[in-house]
Nanobody, 125 residues
Framework: QVQLVESGGGLVQAGDSLRLSCAAS????????MGWFRHAPGKERAFVAA????????YYADSVKGRFTISRDNAKNTVYLQMNSLKPGDTAVYYC??????????????????WGQGTQVTVSS
């Protein structure tokens, strides 16, 4: 069982930056593709970004492309989401998720086997 713990959320102003971290509990993390999703009030949980096990490929939602960067450090069992130029529309609970082999379609929730508990990001205007 992989446990994922997110951190780094908070309250910021529009235009500010935040870096979210997601620490995994076991070394098999290095074989997992990782994703970030967000859930805003009144909306469905939505894909934000994903990264393959090696870090060689990354994927982004159109709404965050050019502002957010996903990365990973397999030596630290951690995946990051650097969020720049934040907007009020980015306000949501952010979740990280792990997809162990065989891999699914990383833009969809259903690909992922394990989820963190979420971290709140609030962007004020």
């Amino acid at each position: 069982q992989v446990q994922l713990v997110e951190s780094g959320g908070g309250l910021v102003q529009a235009g500010d930056s935040l870096r979210l971290s997601c620490a995994a509990s076991e070394r098999t993390f290095s074989s997992a593709a990782m994703g970030w999703f967000r859930h805003a009030p009144g909306k469905e949980r939505a894909f934000v970004a994903a990264i393959t096990w090696s870090g060689g490929n990354t994927y982004y939602a159109d709404s965050v492309k050019g502002r957010f960067t996903i990365s990973r450090d397999n030596a630290k069992n951690t995946v990051y989401l650097q969020m720049n130029s934040l907007k009020p529309g980015d306000t949501a609970v952010y979740y990280c998720a792990a997809d162990k082999p065989p891999y699914g379609i990383l833009r969809t929730m259903y690909a992922y086997d394990y989820w963190g508990q979420g971290t709140q990001v609030t962007v004020s205007s």
